[in-house]
């Protein structure tokens, strides 16, 4: 299975600004997928990143919110703009690797 | 309509005991796979075990099994021997279609803890 270095790990962010998280994958791979943990709740999906072409966003999210950026095969960024303290979550990249999915160790947001 | 249920919001066993976490799902897709992630209070998505829908048997992975039931549309997770260390949510989830391109829908997840 893939191997994801996600960046950062954390942060607290300043309501207003943005946050840009990084995804890369030891191997080149499709698609690479962005979730939204928020807090208690499950991971819902925000859009699905295929290198050379327009992100795929999910009914609820939108690209000047959530613009993705699929440079290469291996890499991939979600930037969170003009924060509000209810974009508080973990963010979750992943990857599908051989029938698999594996998963970035998260970005714990907090907006104040 | 929810594609994956997990109907047991939180779940409290005893170290040592077996321990049944429900899930049931709902695709018109002959293909699909269900997957079973453990999360830890450190946030991680931990792969426990796959089954895929033209699986014969029942998947297993050391302690972990999947209790699937396809008519049923059912894909419990058995852990037997429960540890303090298997305390953390645990989260079913779906692949509709072949493939990696396809998105994993997750359930509302089961928190489940472990007591001494």
């Known amino acids: 299975s893939a191997v994801i270095s996600q960046k950062p790990s954390r942060d607290i962010c300043q309501r207003g600004t943005s946050l840009t998280i990084q995804c890369q994958v030891d191997s080149q791979v499709t698609m690479m997928f962005w979730y939204r943990q928020q807090p208690g709740q499950s991971l819902t999906l925000i859009a699905t990143a295929n290198q050379g072409s327009e992100a795929t966003y999910e009914s609820g999210f939108v690209i000047d919110k959530f613009p993705i950026s699929r440079p290469n095969l291996t890499f991939s960024t979600l930037t969170v703009s003009n924060m509000s303290p209810e974009d508080s979550s973990i963010y979750l990249c992943?990857?599908?690797?051989?029938?698999?999915?594996?998963f970035g160790s998260g970005t714990r947001l907090t907006v104040v | 309509a929810q594609k994956i249920t997990q109907t047991q919001p939180g779940m409290f066993v005893q170290e040592k005991e077996a321990v049944t976490l429900d899930c049931t799902y709902d695709t018109s897709d002959p293909s699909y796979g269900l997957f079973w992630y453990k999360q830890p209070s450190s946030g991680e998505m931990i792969f426990l075990i796959y089954q895929g829908s033209y699986d014969q048997q029942n998947a297993t992975e050391g302690r972990y099994s999947l209790n699937f039931q396809k008519a049923r549309k059912s894909a419990n997770l058995v852990i037997s021997a429960s540890q303090l260390g298997d305390s953390a949510m645990y989260f079913c989830a779906m692949r509709e279609g072949d493939g990696g391109a396809q998105k994993l829908v997750f359930g509302q997840g089961t928190r489940l803890t472990i007591n001494p």
């Open positions: 992943s990857v599908s690797k051989w029938s698999g999915y594996t």
